[in-house]
């Protein structure tokens, strides 16, 4: 009950980040990545402000044996440099530069109510559905 | 589309940051939405799908009550549905198969200098970025 009360409430505050820092407006990431373009920093910003208090807690994750509200940390700790991390980086980032959305703002962008974000996010949930019926289909 | 002030995106940041330092330090895991989505809808192996559904309708919640309260975002989506769908097929895709986001391998993995996510956000920034050149500037002559 404890971890899924935290879970909600880290939730608040991403898609609370996601509306106040405007990564919900596609056109504002577009902007940000047209680097050839009227350059919008930002997402530099955002980027930027979300390492801060991130890289603390990865710091403080060091002198922690466990988690405050969980038996064990379930961080991936594989270091390889593979055909599927890089081919979906590929991917991912010729979908983003597409549309201007990742999967974030876009459930986010969903509360606006602007049908194009459901048109995008049942897209993406539909690519996921395909991942896992083609390349992650083991069992 | 309006100029924000930099006080906006780097506040938000901050919350994004919050809430991933918070989750790892709390429920030992890495907030990436694109895990936590595959979670919630019984698409991931392993995750529980209880903890992907609870944030994900925090998030949902939180984007809800930051709209109405804090900031009304505008929304300039110029993509034509097609657009939409090809790239949603994309991002869902792609970021299972490299398993992570901006927030997962953006954030979190770039916070514990994780080197796969400095090769995954190095690289789904750089084609991001070739992408919106080539459709703008070779395509769209802009």
């Known amino acids: ?139 | 589309m309006e100029p924000i002030s930099f006080i906006w995106p780097l506040t938000g940041g901050l919350l994004v940051g919050l809430s991933a330092g918070l989750y790892l330090l709390a429920n030992g895991r890495v907030a990436g939405i694109s895990g936590l989505t595959a979670a919630a809808t019984g698409l991931s192996r392993g995750a529980p799908r209880s903890l992907g559904l609870a944030f994900i309708v925090g998030l949902l919640i939180g984007a809800a009550v930051a709209s109405t309260l804090i900031r009304q975002p505008v929304l300039t989506v110029t993509s034509s549905v097609g657009l939409l769908v090809v790239g949603g097929l994309l991002v869902g895709f792609g970021t299972r198969w490299g398993s992570g986001c901006t927030s997962g391998h953006g954030v979190c993995g770039l916070a514990r200098l994780s080197p796969r996510s400095l090769v995954a956000t190095g690289g789904f920034m750089a084609v991001a970025a070739l992408t919106v050149f080539v459709v703008r500037h070779i395509i769209g002559g802009a």
């Not at chain 1, 409430?9 to 898609?15: D, K, P, S, Y």
């Open chain 1, 1 to 139: 009950m404890v971890r899924l009360a935290i879970a909600v409430f880290c939730g608040l505050l991403f898609g609370a980040g996601m509306v106040i820092s405007d990564m919900v407006n596609p056109e504002r990431v577009l902007a940000f990545l047209d680097v050839a373009g009227a350059w919008d920093p930002s997402l530099a910003f955002v980027m930027g402000g979300a390492l801060i208090p991130s890289s603390i807690a990865y710091l403080i994750r060091r002198r922690m044996d466990a988690p405050v509200a969980a038996e064990t940390f379930h961080v991936p700790e594989s270091r390889s440099i593979d055909l599927p991390l890089v081919g979906g980086a590929i991917v991912f980032g010729l979908g983003w530069g597409l549309v201007g959305l990742c999967p974030g703002p876009a459930l986010a962008a969903l509360t606006t109510g602007a049908w194009q974000a459901f048109v995008f996010v049942g897209a993406m949930l539909a690519g996921m559905v395909v991942f896992r019926l083609t390349v992650d289909r083991k069992s």
